[in-house]
Structure formats: C-alpha cells, structure tokens
C-alpha cells in the first residue's frame, strides 16, 4: 500500500485483551486489542527472544511466559526484569544443580531490553502496520 | 530497564491485588513514588519487591510475609489501622492519609 502499511490481521480476528501472532516481510509481529485500541510489537522477548504472545496482557502490560519480563506494549518500553525462579526448598540432584547455577550465573549478564514497535491503523475491519515505521 | 519503568509496573499491578481487599494506593503521590523506589531497590538486591518498612529476617517463611503487597497476611492488623504499615496502601474510604496512626498489631489488641 502507497501510505506503508500493510494488512495484518482482521480487527475481528483478535477478542479485546487479546494477541495473535502474525508474519509480514519476515517480521515477526504480534498485534494486540488493548480494549478495542490496537497495538502491534515485535513478537520475540527484549529477553531471552521467547514468543511473547504465549504471555499474558493486561492493560497494555505483557507478560513474556518464559521469565515473566514484562513491557507496556503502547511504547515498547521494557518494565521489568525476569521474575528469579524458586524451586522448592527440597535439594535438587549435585548435576542439576550445578547446571541451573551456570544457567543463573549467565543470565545475570542478560539484559531486558525494550521491545520494537510498529504504527498499527483500523480499516475496512483490517489492522494495519506500518512495518516501515518500527521504533 | 530503569527504576521508573519498574515503579510503573509495580502501581498497575499492585493496584489490581488491592482493590479487591479494600485498599488502594494513598493518595500521598510523593510517599507512593518514595516507598515504590525503595522497593525496586529491594527488589534489585533480593530479586524480591519486599517492604522497604520491615525487617528481614533470611527465614524464608516470615520474609515472604512482607513482600509487598503484604496486606493478606496482616489483613486484620492493617484493617484495624486502615493502611499498611508503611502506609503505602490505605482503605479505599481514606481521604487524608495523615490522620492514620501507625499502630502496632499489640496496640489494637491483635496480640
């Protein structure tokens, strides 16, 4: 389209505080309907790249379901950190337990980094993006 | 990430834990911004958002007793005080903040 965005999802297709995944150009994009205003935001945690439409949304606040990083998607903007995991007080196997203090030491060095956004518009019952206009 | 967008998902999610028990952020903007820093700062140190206003004590059980909001495990304690202790949260009816005692769960005769 002459204007740069481009049809993604019918408005329809997707319930108010709901998501859905969709791919336009290899992008990776998932739009949202935070109570009937839509949002579009790139798919892949600012985390650890886990698919964040598995998440929750609330408002405009999602979720990533891997570590629980959460980033406003009206903005992009990276709002919390991964959520430490508590596995019990009961002692885990010396393996396992080494491996999950590697893993731990390392994502210490993994920095949340805020999510990209697109410029989304309702038309003809279509949501469209602006995948030139990503921020 | 920074504290500020922390403090902005803490006040959204927080809000939506203490609504339904009655409670709701005080109205005192300048203590929430305050109290909400210290907990990011806590949260920063122990992966936790604890109390910024109680002690911790490393025995696990009492500890997540006061990660905020801790209003379900003192709820008839900070129902009789109608706030919390730090005063972060206050019952929905409070219109001046200041006009609420800190009082221990001894003093309202909860001990």
Known sequence: MSDGFVRAISAADIAPGGMKAVELDGQEIIVCNCGGRYYAVQRRCGHMNAPLDLGTLDGTYLTCPMHCAQFDVSSGEALSGPVPGHFGDEAVPARLGQYLQDIGMMMQHVRTESIRTYGTKVEGGWVQIALKSAQ | ?111
């Open chain 2, 1 to 111: 990430m920074n504290i500020e967008s922390r403090k902005k998902a803490l006040r959204h999610f927080f809000a939506k834990v203490v609504e339904p028990m009655g409670f709701k952020f005080t109205p005192d903007a300048d203590l929430v911004e305050f109290l909400l820093e210290q907990e990011v700062i806590l949260e920063g140190k122990h992966g936790v958002p604890f109390c910024p206003c109680q002690p911790l004590r490393n025995e696990r059980v009492h500890d997540m007793q006061i990660v905020c909001p801790c209003i379900p495990f003192h709820r008839q304690h900070f129902d009789a005080i109608k706030r919390c202790w730090c005063g972060l949260f206050v019952h929905k009816d409070v219109v001046d903040p200041d006009t609420l005692l800190q009082l221990s769960a001894k003093e309202v005769g909860l001990e």
